[in-house]
């Protein structure tokens, strides 16, 4: 995944990619026309939902909750986790420095460059905590094929609104997906979720 968000970064740049993927959205655009009120409502939803301020809410309520829960492990995860990806979106924004798509008069607000998607990374990320969060319940399937779920109307949300290219969906993603295996093995790797879960477990809480 991590040579697939590198190989991402060199295809934006080539000359042809903004005018081709342009015309893949223009196309979309056209083929989903009778569906235009509806799409565009629920995007826009998605889109002040998915972004940053309102992420940042939900992931310091879950840290709370673990907190308050005597899980400060995922507490600490959580917060990491969307930290970091933030700070990531933002500086591979300003490294590649691709320009949004300019197909129709956006209708929802923008921030920054084009790649990779900060909305999909944020989604990637959301719902990686969630699993992590679930993990040790009965609720660690459907906490997955939500976050999947989430993922995948996100993205589709930004191409459709023309707020990104394809593959800036598939950056975020990408790149979302790569530093959460990376924080989920730091974690492990320095026995962080380990000591946490013997001393809940000798608590009889080893669940949320």
């Not at 509806?38 to 909750?65: E, H, Q, R």
């Not at 300003?94 to 209708?107: C, D, T, Y």
């Not at 969630?130 to 993990?135: D, I, N, Q, S, T």
Request: proline share 4%.
């Amino acid at each position: 995944m991590c040579l697939f968000f590198v190989c991402l970064c060199f295809i934006v740049q080539l000359p042809q990619a903004n005018s081709q993927e342009s015309e893949w959205l223009i196309q979309l655009h056209a083929y989903y026309a009778p569906y235009a009120n509806a799409l565009s409502s629920i995007s826009i939803f998605l889109a002040y939902i998915g972004g940053a301020p309102l992420s940042s809410g939900i992931v310091l309520l879950l840290s709370a909750l673990a907190y308050v829960k005597k899980r400060g492990d995922l507490s600490i995860f959580a917060i990491t986790a969307f930290v970091g990806a933030v700070a990531m979106g933002w500086l591979f924004k300003e490294i590649i420095a691709r320009p949004r798509p300019q197909v129709w008069e956006q209708i929802a607000p923008q921030f920054g460059n084009s790649f990779p998607s900060n909305h999909s990374m944020y989604a990637m990320v959301l719902a990686g905590i969630v699993l992590a969060f679930a993990y040790q319940t009965a609720w660690r399937h459907v906490a997955l094929i939500i976050g999947v779920l989430w993922c995948l109307a996100m993205g589709l949300s930004r191409i459709y609104l023309g707020a990104h290219f394809p593959t800036d969906v598939m950056g975020g993603l990408s790149l979302g997906l790569v530093w959460l295996c990376l924080v989920t093995w730091l974690f492990i790797h320095f026995n962080i979720f380990q000591h946490r879960a013997s001393n809940t477990a000798g608590n009889h809480e080893v669940k949320l």
